[in-house]
């Protein structure tokens, strides 16, 4: 008889512990492996993982992936990307995620995939998207099966699993690289105020400010002050530095790919710094019309990465314009961390569209064979139109009869 294998998406807590035992009563499974991809979580997160892992005598895989994942962050900046307001953190670690358990998979002969989330959040549709251009089968049994967090507890007091029972934190938390989640508990109420204490990454800002020098080559972060970092070096050197000066946190009403609200507080210290970085440079190097065009390019794959939506075609055709653009972001952008902002304040380029000599009030601003002058014929010509327009109204305006003009249709008694 072949023995069926399952690979789970396994995180240690209490939705993909019960998942475990679940796959194989209620799916029939006679093995299952978890696996735990690294995007830069905390340490504790794989020693849950490993520990819940042993304890249910689990195959257990931690997977590397937080280069790759790295490389999509620096995706999303070219594409100078949020939703709503948040640097999609969680949103483009997914697809990296299901891709490394799907590898996973396949290296052991697994049938199925299965991960533990519910019916209502982003999540199953990001992880479901990528498994589902595979053979295997894909299982959800938190949300095929209907439970709740209450009966998960009491099966897991029953069978003994390693769970703290109801004390998973006071709130739901999401970490990697590129930021930190905080959802549940006392901030489902959007009227109540977050305490300090939700925050790990980043403290109250105070009156210190500091300034950093950011490379770009090509719209990729190379550096900082002058010091080449490779991506996972450069996003935590950041994440740490900036996050001394309460950069980068978002409180929000998110809207959910199912029409559900969520309420939201995030941590992105290096997100934000490197977005307002490469803006930045982007305004300095970038023409009129491309800035334009690429905001709302920009923003159609902010929303495919929401999506967890990265690999569609509609994508690559984005990403071909996006790098086409970004052959000129190369330079450096000085930013200052002052009141929890990360702003930028100088930006330097040899690929610059800024000409000082064509700007300046101080020079006679000439630019090849232009002069100041030129600009008169210009002058006459604009808001032309308009006034043609205006003309013409105020003449009929003048020549209609006077009880036309009156609010309530009857005859002006004058
Ligand atoms: N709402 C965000 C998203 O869908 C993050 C969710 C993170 N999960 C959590 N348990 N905090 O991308």
């Not at 690294?38 to 005598?57: K, R, S, Y």
């Not at 009929?396 to 009156?406: A, G, N, S």
């Amino acid at each position: 008889m072949s023995q069926e294998t399952v690979a789970l998406a396994f995180s240690g807590g209490l939705d993909t512990t019960v998942s475990v035992p679940l796959l194989k009563e209620e799916y029939g499974y006679d093995d299952v492996i978890g696996v735990t991809v690294d995007v830069g979580q905390p340490q504790a997160e794989f020693d849950e993982a490993t520990e819940t892992a042993e304890a249910l005598d689990l195959e257990h895989y931690v997977v590397d992936a937080t280069e790759e994942f790295a490389d999509v962050c620096f995706d999303a900046v070219q594409a100078n990307a949020t939703y709503q307001g948040y640097p999609l953190g969680t949103a483009l670690a997914r697809p990296v995620i299901a891709q490394k358990i799907l590898d996973v998979a396949e290296e052991h002969g697994a049938t199925a995939v299965a991960h533990g989330a519910t019916g209502k959040g982003n999540d199953q549709l990001r992880f479901e998207a990528v498994w589902r251009q595979s053979d295997l089968d894909v299982i959800a049994p938190i949300r095929e099966l209907g439970l709740t967090r209450e009966w998960e507890i009491e099966y897991a007091e029953e069978k003994g699993l390693p769970v703290d029972a109801g004390n998973d934190g006071e709130w739901s938390i999401d970490s990697n690289l590129w930021s930190r989640s905080v959802e549940g508990g006392d901030l489902e109420d959007p009227a109540h105020v977050p305490t300090e204490d939700i925050y790990d990454w980043t403290v109250a800002p105070t009156a210190e400010t500091e300034t950093v020098e950011i490379t770009f080559e090509a719209g990729v972060p190379v550096a900082v002050d002058g010091d080449e970092m490779a991506p996972v070096s450069l996003i935590e050197y950041l994440n740490d530095l900036a996050g001394q000066y309460g950069v980068g946190r978002t409180d929000l009403m998110e809207d959910r790919m199912l029409g559900l609200k969520v309420r939201e507080n995030y941590e992105h210290p290096a997100a934000t710094t490197l977005l307002a970085a490469h803006e930045a440079l982007e305004g300095l190097v970038l023409t009129k019309d491309e800035r334009q065009f690429k905001n709302s390019v920009d923003q159609e794959w902010a929303e495919k990465a929401y999506e967890g939506l990265l690999s569609v075609p509609l994508v690559s055709a984005l990403d071909g314009f996006i790098a086409e653009t970004q052959t000129a972001v190369t330079g450096t952008v000085t930013v200052k961390f002052e009141g929890g902002q990360a702003r930028p304040v100088a930006r330097e380029s040899d690929y610059s569209v800024y000409s000082e000599s064509a700007a300046s009030f101080d020079t006679a601003g000439v630019l090849g064979d232009i002069t100041q002058d030129d600009a008169t014929g210009v002058a006459k010509y604009h808001g032309f139109q308009g006034r043609l327009a205006n003309a013409a109204k105020s003449e009929t305006e003048t020549t209609k009869p006077t009880h036309e003009l009156t609010a309530d249709g009857g005859a002006d008694e004058e």
